[in-house]
């Protein structure tokens, strides 16, 4: 299976996957064209938009360039997409007109081969129109370093993902982690302000009943964790944010609505165990607010009971000795 963090349905254009070089892929397609002496090379990825370019061979024309898309009903491409792993070459004179886009006026033949996402699901495909070849089936096999080259870029970015989610969650409670929340939370804190909501920064920490700060066992964790979970909606981020502490982004209606949150939460885990006592705070801002995530983060926690400053002890002031008048 594909890491969560990646949606195959999106195009490598609209994504920051930093671990697939486009520009590598460009030179390949590059040198693939110069051995096939061809019209053009391209690499097509089968998106939910349909069947888009995400690179292509320096032209002379502007056909085949990336960002082109073409629509997911074309059966060309369904056919090479879906191809065996060594591959197709196919004689476009077996296509009606009017079943190719005009791009595809002059290209007479296209040598293909299928590009896998690392679970075998269908990426694309790696094209060449018009390859100039005596032995078509002797010369396809050329092909295949270049589409094993590919496929290892899709595995590294999988990879890269997996080790990515790993660091950015708690092992004890599956949540997101101190690092996994400041990765998240702004990115979904700009999407509510785009859409006009709402947002709170909500801190809890279990105390012992004397209101001191205790150090949780697994079950306690995962317990709060858990109650958390249940609580927020799906648009919503949570984190694990320390050993005692855990930290919510809640998009909300009002600030009404952050306190039944931590009310709620409070009174689950009374009834799940009564020995455990809850400590929450929070910061709230509105859409027209420019606050950071960061300074409120702070302002939140900063009103947690543990985060407060000791109060210094008092002295006793000495009584002084009653004066015997007589």
């Known amino acids: ?35 096939y002496n061809a019209n053009t090379v391209f690499i097509f990825q089968k998106t939910s938009a349909g069947f888009e370019i995400i690179v292509s061979a320096i032209t002379e024309t502007p056909q085949f360039t990336a960002g082109t898309l073409y629509p997911a009903e074309l059966e060309l491409f369904k056919q090479i997409q879906n191809s065996q792993p060594d591959g197709l070459y196919q004689n476009l004179g077996s296509f009606m007109l009017d079943d190719l886009p005009r791009d595809f006026d002059g290209i007479q033949h296209i040598l293909s081969r299928p590009i896998a996402w690392p679970d075998g699901s269908q990426f694309g495909a790696l094209c060449v129109l018009n390859p100039h070849m005596a032995d078509p089936l002797a010369n396809a096999a050329m092909l295949e370093p270049f589409q094993i080259l590919l496929q290892q870029e899709l595995s590294l970015l999988c990879q890269n993902h997996r080790i990515e989610s790993l660091s950015m969650r708690d ?156």
């Not at 969560?4 to 195009?11: A, D, G, V």
């Not at 709170?200 to 709060?224: C, K, V, W």
């Not at 982004?249 to 409070?266: C, P, S, T, W």
């Open 171 to 326: 092992q004890e409670t599956g949540m997101l982690n101190h690092y996994g929340f400041l990765m998240m939370a702004p990115r979904q804190l700009n999407l509510g302000r785009r859409f006009g909501a709402h947002a709170g920064i909500i801190f809890f920490e279990l105390l012992s009943p004397d209101n001191t700060p205790i150090p949780l066992e697994d079950n306690h964790h995962r317990l709060l964790g858990k109650l958390i979970q249940d609580t927020i909606r799906t648009a919503d981020v949570a984190a694990h944010y320390n050993t005692t502490q855990f930290v919510v982004l809640a998009f909300v209606d009002g600030e009404r609505d952050i306190q039944h949150i931590m009310k709620r939460v409070e009174k689950q885990l009374e009834q799940q165990n009564h020995q455990l006592k809850l400590d929450a705070s929070y910061s709230f801002f509105t859409p027209e607010s420019s606050a950071k995530l960061a300074p409120m983060m702070e302002l939140a926690r900063g009103k947690l009971d543990s985060m407060q400053p000791p109060k210094p002890e008092v002295e006793d002031t000495p009584v002084k000795p009653a004066i015997d008048s007589s």
């Open 1 to 35: 299976m594909l890491p969560e963090t990646i949606n195959p349905n999106l195009s490598l254009l609209d994504s920051d996957n930093q671990q697939v070089n486009l520009t590598r892929w460009m030179h390949q397609c590059e040198l693939i064209n110069s051995y």
